[in-house]
């Protein structure tokens, strides 16, 4: 099937998302904390296990069953939204983003799926089984989330907070922003603000989308780690952009927001 991108495709391609985190889900779970639980490390000193693999592996064989026409993009297989087929479709995939937590026996990891259309998230689901909790949404269809397994989807939005002075603050690492000389202007900006905390990678995003925190900063962000939050974020009525404030989930980091207060960040995080 080919999305013609009416809204009965968007609900389609939400559907097979949610099949496809249903099979990420079916991987990842048992080996969580699993005794012979094979870690690995990457050239950029990341974990890597043998979960990350095998569910990329049956996502990527999924897609070519159910939509052999669309590109993908996977953090352990490779793979360009650079080089996108007529129709503009591109699936990007995490298999468990917070593998460090995965590994450590930490509950707070995800499998992430979006679907890009011309570049633009259309479709995104974070299944985080560990958690008990999945997230998703679509263009036109709202952001959702239910308590796994058989939960009730419940409708998401974000906070009304509009001041900083009011704001919680969220980030993944400190020592991040020190690495990309950005330390100063996180100061900065958790100054401003009147919670700070590290709850980090796709669940401050989450967060940020239910309603529960009100920013979400990451220094260092790979197009996997941000495609399928930007769909649930806007669908609840948030923002997600650059530190610079340019729209989009490939800039190399990302800002998440209820929207009102996106803009006094990015310039509080441009200062320098």
Same mark, same amino acid.
């Given at each position: 099937?080919?999305?013609?991108?009416?809204?009965?495709?968007?609900?389609?391609? @939400?559907?097979?998302?949610?099949? @496809?985190?249903?099979?990420?889900?079916?991987?990842?779970?048992?080996?969580?904390?699993?005794?012979?639980?094979?870690?690995?490390?990457?050239?950029?000193?990341?974990?890597?296990?043998?979960?990350?693999?095998?569910?990329?592996?049956? *996502?990527?064989?999924?897609? &070519? =069953?159910?939509?052999?026409?669309?590109?993908?993009?996977?953090? $352990?297989?490779?793979?360009? *939204?650079?080089?996108?087929?007529?129709? +503009?479709? #591109? /699936?990007?995939?995490?298999? !468990?983003?917070?593998?460090?937590?995965?590994?450590?026996?930490?509950?707070? /990891?995800?499998?992430? !799926?979006?679907?890009?259309?011309?570049?633009?998230?259309?479709?995104?689901?974070?299944?985080?089984?560990? *958690?008990?909790?999945?997230? /998703?949404?679509?263009? #036109?269809?709202?952001?959702?989330?239910?308590?796994?397994? +058989?939960? $009730?989807?419940?409708?998401?939005?974000?906070?009304?907070?509009?001041?900083?002075?009011?704001?919680?603050?969220? &980030? &993944?690492?400190?020592?991040?922003?020190? =690495?990309?000389?950005?330390?100063?202007?996180?100061?900065?900006?958790?100054?401003?603000?009147?919670? &700070?905390?590290?709850?980090?990678?796709?669940?401050?995003?989450?967060?940020?989308?239910?309603?529960?925190?009100?920013?979400?900063?990451?220094?260092?962000?790979?197009?996997?780690?941000?495609?399928?939050?930007?769909?649930?974020?806007?669908?609840? #009525?948030?923002?997600?952009?650059?530190?610079?404030?340019?729209?989009?989930?490939?800039?190399?980091?990302?800002?998440?927001?209820? +929207?009102? @207060?996106?803009?006094?960040?990015?310039?509080?995080? +441009?200062?320098?």
């Amino acid at each position: 099937m080919t999305s013609t991108g009416t809204d009965s495709d968007t609900g389609a391609d @939400l559907a097979l998302a949610l099949e @496809l985190a249903d099979i990420a889900d079916a991987i990842t779970l048992p080996r969580f904390r699993a005794a012979d639980l094979r870690v690995t490390r990457k050239p950029d000193r990341t974990p890597v296990t043998d979960a990350d693999t095998a569910a990329e592996d049956a *996502l990527r064989a999924a897609l &070519t =069953g159910q939509r052999p026409d669309d590109a993908v993009l996977g953090e $352990e297989r490779g793979g360009s *939204l650079d080089a996108l087929p007529p129709s +503009g479709r #591109g /699936w990007v995939l995490d298999p !468990i983003d917070g593998t460090k937590n995965f590994s450590r026996g930490m509950p707070v /990891w995800a499998s992430l !799926i979006a679907l890009t259309e011309h570049g633009r998230p259309t479709v995104g689901v974070v299944s985080a089984p560990a *958690l008990g909790r999945r997230w /998703w949404g679509a263009a #036109g269809h709202g952001a959702w989330t239910s308590d796994r397994p +058989g939960g $009730e989807a419940r409708r998401i939005s974000v906070t009304g907070v509009a001041e900083l002075g009011d704001c919680y603050v969220s &980030t &993944t690492d400190l020592n991040t922003f020190r =690495g990309h000389g950005l330390l100063g202007a996180w100061l900065r900006l958790t100054d401003a603000c009147w919670e &700070t905390r590290a709850f980090g990678d796709f669940w401050q995003h989450c967060l940020v989308a239910e309603g529960v925190i009100d920013l979400a900063v990451e220094p260092e962000a790979n197009a996997w780690d941000l495609a399928a939050v930007q769909p649930i974020l806007e669908e609840a #009525g948030g923002r997600l952009t650059d530190l610079r404030g340019r729209p989009g989930f490939a800039g190399g980091n990302g800002i998440a927001s209820n +929207g009102l @207060l996106h803009d006094a960040a990015v310039t509080i995080l +441009g200062a320098d």
